[in-house]
């Protein structure tokens, strides 16, 4: 009865106040940080209690059988319901995430004639709210493998939302050097998850960005670059197309064939 009353009561409080998904609001995640955080300590504390005292008692009784049953049933029952709010968590973290690029990022950021010499408003905004918000938060309730699981999800789901905005723009060169400005600072504030799969991720966007900016005579040397010939054909074509000069100088006349782009 301990874990349904205090526990799951626990949860279940946070999750019938909590905001949805697609608040218009700037989520706050440290209440619910703290719930979880005391949850996680509980949760391990019974464990120890469980392992230390009940079950020598119990050993090679008829009920041990039955008892650890129950203990699997009533514990794999909080974990389900932690995950599924920290995937909400996570959900409301990227939610904000777009909704701060599409209010925050003007039309010209990336066709304007003069680099702005620092990254674009919207970007200091979502590294701001991630380094502030959400890391100024998340560590400590979150520890060890459950905080390294949640930054990696974390880095890859904003890793995808930022490069779905980034598509809808188009680039012309000196556009294009402002994108690798915020790029840069977009990497150095995943580099704070301490994942190498997302910071792989990010270093791999920032490659990508070669191909908005290099002379169109030297598109297939950076194409075939090792770091871009595993990526689709197709997406490397759509991305290409972001160039404003791309209908100007006939840059589909100086792409690859699909043949000819061999993934490694």
């Given at each position: 009865?301990?874990?349904?009353?205090?526990?799951?009561?626990?949860?279940?409080f946070y999750?019938?106040?909590?905001?949805?998904?697609?608040?218009?609001?700037?989520?706050?995640?440290?209440?619910?940080?703290?719930?979880?955080?005391?949850?996680?300590?509980?949760?391990?504390?019974?464990?120890?209690?469980f392992n230390?005292?009940?079950?020598p008692?119990?050993?090679?009784?008829?009920?041990?059988?039955e008892?650890?049953?129950?203990?699997?049933?009533?514990?794999?029952?909080?974990?389900?319901?932690?995950?599924?709010?920290?995937?909400h968590?996570?959900?409301?973290?990227?939610?904000?995430?777009?909704?701060?690029?599409?209010?925050k990022?003007?039309?010209?950021?990336?066709?304007?004639?003069?680099?702005?010499?620092?990254?674009?408003?919207?970007?200091?905004?979502?590294?701001?709210?991630?380094?502030?918000?959400?890391?100024?938060?998340?560590?400590?309730?979150?520890?060890?493998?459950?905080?390294?699981?949640?930054?990696?999800?974390?880095?890859?789901?904003?890793?995808?939302?930022?490069l779905?905005?980034?598509?809808?723009y188009?680039?012309?060169?000196?556009?294009?050097?402002?994108?690798?400005?915020?790029?840069?600072?977009?990497?150095?504030?995943?580099k704070?998850?301490?994942?190498?799969?997302?910071?792989?991720?990010?270093?791999?966007?920032n490659?990508?960005?070669?191909?908005?900016?290099?002379?169109?005579?030297?598109?297939?040397?950076?194409?075939?670059?090792?770091?871009?010939?595993?990526i689709?054909?197709?997406?490397?074509?759509?991305?290409?197309?972001?160039?404003?000069?791309?209908?100007?100088?006939?840059?589909?006349?100086?792409?690859?064939?699909f043949?000819?782009h061999?993934?490694?």
């Amino acid at each position: 009865n301990f874990v349904k009353d205090h526990l799951e009561y626990a949860i279940d409080f946070y999750t019938a106040h909590r905001p949805p998904v697609d608040s218009r609001n700037e989520p706050v995640i440290g209440d619910f940080l703290t719930t979880v955080g005391n949850a996680s300590v509980t949760y391990h504390t019974l464990e120890k209690c469980f392992n230390d005292t009940i079950l020598p008692s119990i050993a090679s009784t008829e009920v041990q059988s039955e008892v650890r049953k129950i203990r699997q049933t009533e514990m794999r029952r909080v974990e389900e319901k932690i995950s599924l709010e920290i995937n909400h968590c996570i959900n409301s973290i990227v939610n904000w995430v777009k909704i701060l690029l599409k209010n925050k990022q003007e039309k010209d950021d990336f066709m304007s004639d003069g680099c702005l010499q620092k990254p674009t408003t919207a970007c200091n905004e979502v590294c701001r709210f991630i380094l502030t918000n959400v890391l100024g938060t998340m560590n400590g309730p979150i520890d060890g493998e459950n905080l390294q699981h949640v930054m990696m999800e974390l880095g890859v789901r904003f890793h995808g939302a930022l490069l779905d905005h980034l598509m809808g723009y188009q680039y012309n060169v000196v556009g294009a050097m402002q994108l690798i400005q915020d790029l840069h600072k977009y990497t150095a504030t995943v580099k704070r998850f301490k994942d190498p799969f997302v910071d792989e991720l990010f270093e791999g966007l920032n490659k990508l960005c070669n191909l908005l900016v290099v002379d169109p005579e030297q598109l297939i040397e950076f194409w075939n670059l090792g770091s871009l010939a595993h990526i689709e054909h197709g997406f490397l074509v759509q991305f290409v197309k972001l160039r404003a000069d791309y209908r100007r100088n006939n840059i589909q006349s100086k792409l690859p064939s699909f043949g000819t782009h061999v993934r490694q």
